[in-house]
């Protein structure tokens, strides 16, 4: 993402805010990130950045923006918050070694975040 190439001559998307920080080994997590990482394991949480993100692309056509481009933008922002939410899963996962329940859950939820940004990807 954020190349100037473009993929399959599909016209260049920009990068996602999300996908800005990907490694959550260099950025301790702060409280609110533990906060949003433990929203996630309520699955409406997903679903209403989607209904978000698809106002914003009702919004951006609106503007004279193609609706494929806006799509796409609004596919890889989607995958982006996906992918975020998994590596704060993952971080809060590795704080809840003590205990059992927590770190099930977490790890369960990380991969659950991570398959949804590989569905995201692949549309």
């Given at each position: 993402y954020g190349s100037s190439s473009s993929v399959l001559g599909h016209p260049q998307v920009q990068a996602s805010p999300y996908l800005a920080s990907r490694s959550p080994a260099k950025q301790p997590l702060s409280r609110r990130d533990e906060i949003e990482a433990e929203s996630v394991l309520d699955n409406q949480n997903v679903e209403v950045s989607y209904a978000q993100m698809m106002t914003k692309l009702g919004l951006d056509s609106l503007?004279?923006?193609?609706?494929d481009e806006c799509?796409?933008?609004?596919l890889v922002e989607l995958e982006g918050y996906c992918l975020k939410r998994s590596f704060q899963l993952s971080a809060l996962c590795r704080k809840m070694m003590h205990n059992t329940m927590k770190y099930v859950s977490y790890k369960n939820a990380a991969a659950e975040m991570r398959q949804e940004a590989a569905t995201w990807c692949l549309l």
């Open positions: 503007q004279g923006k193609p609706l799509l796409r933008s609004s």
